[in-house]
């Protein structure tokens, strides 16, 4: 009995004991826990360096085109492509009309040359009687013809000169005119005393024609030569 006693007052002064010291503990434990964990901080934030960033390759940015300029930047190609072909065709044309032009200019000059020559054979047969005329005439104011004879013949030359005249045909340069190879036949020379007259038409024996720069018939005339006296 005394036993029990005993140790149910030691059990009691042992509670009683912890219960005083238990708060004491609680806060030496949390000044221990106060010291040994120190304050959790926020980690620092640190920005990459670029040499830092070289093991992630090189950045490509990637930049989208408008639309809207793509569509611009097609419709510009087409453009200048219409207009090569445009030139293109252009100088095509311009060249095909030169072409033209001078296709009807040469035909225009052989058409000349063809009229020119259509009208010379038609009036040369005329030459032969028209200078059998002038022979008249001429031994008419010779000899003793009277004048209505000389009238008559002169009449009928001008009026064969004047059909000549409409068809374009004209005298070449006669009697008195510088002897020209180029329209002058030289049937004979004769001696001249007068220097002005050395290598001049003295006289025509056959009167030449020409149409334009055309000789339908060249001059039989005879040619001065100078001799000193």
């Known amino acids: 009995m005394t036993d029990e006693v005993i140790d149910n007052e030691a059990a009691n ?59 611009i930047d097609r419709l510009e190609g087409v453009v200048a492509e219409l207009q090569g072909r445009l030139r293109a065709v252009s100088a095509a044309y311009q060249k095909q009309q030169s072409e033209v032009a001078a296709t009807r ?38 000899g003793a013809s009277n004048d209505d004879t000389v009238q008559g013949l002169e009449l009928v030359l001008k009026a064969f000169m004047d059909s000549f005249g409409k068809l374009g045909l004209e005298e070449v340069p006669g009697k008195g005119a510088a002897f020209d190879p180029n329209i002058h036949e030289a049937l004979t020379t004769i001696p001249v005393t007068d220097a002005a007259l050395d290598q001049a038409v003295i006289e025509v024996f056959a009167a030449g024609y020409r149409i334009g720069s055309r000789l339908i018939r060249p001059a039989k005339v005879i040619v001065g030569a100078y001799q000193e006296p």
Do not use: Y
């Not at 009229?115 to 028209?130: A, I, M, N």
């Open 105 to 142: 200019d040469r035909l225009k000059r052989q058409a000349a040359v063809q009229e020119e020559l259509r009208r010379g054979e038609v009036v040369s047969g005329l030459f032969e009687p028209v200078e059998n005329l002038r022979r008249s005439l001429d031994a008419a104011k010779k």
């Open 13 to 71: 002064a042992a509670e009683e004991t912890a219960e005083d010291s238990s708060p004491a503990t609680e806060e030496a434990t949390a000044a221990t826990e106060d010291h040994a964990a120190p304050p959790e901080s926020e980690p620092e934030e640190v920005e990459a360096s670029p040499e830092e960033d070289d093991s992630e390759g090189p950045r490509i940015e990637i930049i989208e085109e408008d639309p809207a300029q793509q569509e």
